[in-house]
T-cell receptor, first 111, second 115 residues
C-alpha cells in the first residue's frame, strides 16, 4: 500500500540550532498536513499544503510542498525548548481521502 | 469551548475482558476516527466513520469494534480478541472525510494497559 516515509526518526539539536524533517511519498499527494505532538500529549494540527511548490511560514516554522507533490519538509529556525515534541506529516491521495501518516520525527533539545 | 473529550484517561484491562473507550465531540464534525499509537511510533487507523450509523475498518481493525449511533459519539470497544491491546488510543474528528483547509482535531487520548 501507499506509504509516507518520514526521516529522520530522531534529531538531537542544541537550543538555537535549526531542525528539519522530511516526508516522501511513493505516489502523488493531493495535499499534506503537518501535526505536532508534545511529550505525553496528542497531535495538534499545524498546517495543510495543497499546491505544487507551496511554501508557508508560521513564525520560525517553514513548510514546503514539493513541485511533484510527492515530498514535503518542515524546517524550524533557531529551535527553542517549546519546540520539543514529535512532528508528523500526513498525506492524502486524490482518490483516497484517508490520511496516510508518516512515522514522525522526534525533536530533542540537548541539555 | 468546542472539542473532543476522551475518557477515561487511563484504563487497566484484565486478560479476557472487553473494555470500551469513550469519545465525544461537540464540534459538529461529521467524520470521526480512532487511532492507535504505540511507543515511539506513528498513528495507525483502527476505524473511521463518515456519518451516523456508518463506519469503516481501518488498517488494524481486528479485535476492535465501534458504533456511531449519534453524531457526537464514537465509542471504541477493545475486545478480548485483541491480543496486544496495551497502547495509547486517540480519537479524532474532522468536518468531513475531505477536510478542506482544516486538519483533524484530536482528543487527549486514553492509555490502555493490560494487567
Amino acid at each position: 500500500g501507499q506509504q509516507v516515509m518520514q526521516i529522520p526518526q530522531y534529531q538531537h539539536v542544541q537550543e538555537g540550532e535549526d531542525f528539519t524533517t522530511y516526508c516522501n511519498s511513493s505516489t502523488t499527494l493531493s495535499n499534506i498536513q503537518w501535526y505536532k505532538q508534545r511529550p505525553g500529549g496528542h497531535p495538534v494540527f499545524l498546517i495543510q499544503l495543497v499546491k505544487s511548490g507551496e511554501v508557508k511560514k508560521q513564525k520560525r516554522l517553514t513548510f514546503q510542498f514539493g513541485e511533484a507533490k510527492k515530498n514535503s519538509s518542515l524546517h524550524i529556525t533557531a529551535t527553542q525548548t517549546t519546540d520539543v515534541g514529535t512532528y508528523f506529516c500526513a498525506g492524502r491521495k486524490d482518490s483516497n481521502y484517508q490520511l496516510i501518516w508518516g512515522a514522525g520525527t522526534k525533536l530533542i533539545i540537548k541539555p | 469551548d468546542g472539542g473532543i473529550t476522551q475518557s477515561p484517561k487511563y484504563l487497566f484491562r484484565k486478560e479476557g475482558q472487553n473494555v470500551t473507550l469513550s469519545c465525544e465531540q461537540n464540534l459538529n464534525h461529521d467524520a470521526m476516527y480512532w487511532y492507535r499509537q504505540d511507543p515511539g511510533q506513528g498513528l495507525r487507523l483502527i476505524y473511521y466513520s463518515q456519518i451516523v450509523n456508518d463506519f469503516q475498518k481501518g488498517d488494524i481493525a481486528e479485535g476492535y469494534s465501534v458504533s456511531r449511533e449519534k453524531k457526537e459519539s464514537f465509542p471504541l470497544t477493545v475486545t478480548s480478541a485483541q491480543k496486544n491491546p496495551t497502547a495509547f488510543y486517540l480519537c479524532a474528528s474532522s468536518y468531513s472525510l475531505r477536510t478542506g483547509n482544516y486538519g483533524y482535531t484530536f482528543g487527549s487520548g486514553t492509555r490502555l494497559t493490560v494487567v
